[in-house]
């Protein structure tokens, strides 16, 4: 079964500082990737996603990730954090068809004027 | 505008009683789901669907029930077998192998 893993609960980085999310996934073959953001008591919304092609993914607000099939890893990256971001950070992994997406456990980015 | 929405925002369960969380979307999308956040936990799916008149359990679907009468909507009800409902509930939907759109969730709570 597929499963993921976010192994920072809680990350706390200084605005203008670069921010790296950790991301490994369980999975037999190369699924689709996500990130997804989530402000206090609202829904997700999508940052970027894989399903195949480059490598390194181009997302919105700034932010990237890079999948790593050797290390079963889909980072999230920002060069320069903003208060704004601030919220939970949530990878996901799911076949081609949604059906069965498993989500990370979530990461709670803090960001420090 | 499209969406998806999701309402009460916020609600309450008296012992014993079935509550149903409302979740409509105008995107046209074949399928929907609800999922269950919990706190410092992941997103867990309860039931989706993927077409009108069918739906799939998840991996926590006990104590929950959907139906999926029409393609914009996909209620689902917290019935009183469910003996921890306290939670987030999010609705989403997609089309087939594309990415999921998310309301903007329901918090339930027992009183």
């Known amino acids: 079964a597929q499963s993921v893993t976010q192994p920072d609960i809680h990350i706390t980085v200084s605005e203008g500082a670069s921010l790296e999310l950790r991301c490994n996934y369980s999975?037999?073959?190369?699924?689709?990737l996500f990130w997804y953001v989530q402000s206090p008591g609202q829904g997700l919304q999508l940052l970027l996603k894989?399903?195949?092609?480059?490598?390194l993914v181009q997302g919105i607000k700034g932010f990237e990730a890079e999948f790593k099939r050797s290390q079963s890893s889909f980072n999230l990256r920002k060069p320069s954090v903003h208060w704004s971001d601030a919220a939970e950070y949530f990878c996901?992994?799911?076949?081609?068809?949604?059906?069965?997406?498993?989500f990370g456990a979530g990461t709670r980015l803090t960001v420090k004027p | 505008d499209g969406g998806i929405t999701q309402s009460p925002k916020y609600l309450f369960r008296k012992e014993g009683q079935n509550v149903t969380l409302s979740c409509e979307q105008n995107?046209?999308?074949?399928?929907m789901y609800w999922y269950r956040q919990d706190p410092g936990q992941g997103l867990r799916l309860i039931y989706y669907?993927?077409?009108?008149?069918?739906?799939q359990k998840g991996d926590i679907a006990e104590g929950y029930s959907v139906s999926r009468e029409k393609k914009e909507s996909f209620p689902l009800t917290v019935t009183s077998a469910q003996k921890n409902p306290t939670a987030f509930y999010l609705c989403?939907?997609?089309?087939?192998?594309?990415?999921?759109?998310f309301g903007s969730g329901t918090q339930l709570s027992v009183l």
């Open positions: 989403a939907s997609s089309m087939a192998g594309e990415k999921l759109f």
């Open positions: 999975y037999g073959a190369t699924p689709y």
């Open positions: 894989y399903f195949s092609g480059d490598t």
């Open positions: 996901a992994v799911a076949p081609n068809n949604n059906n069965d997406m498993r």
């Open positions: 995107l046209n999308h074949d399928a």
């Open positions: 669907s993927q077409i009108v008149n069918d739906f």
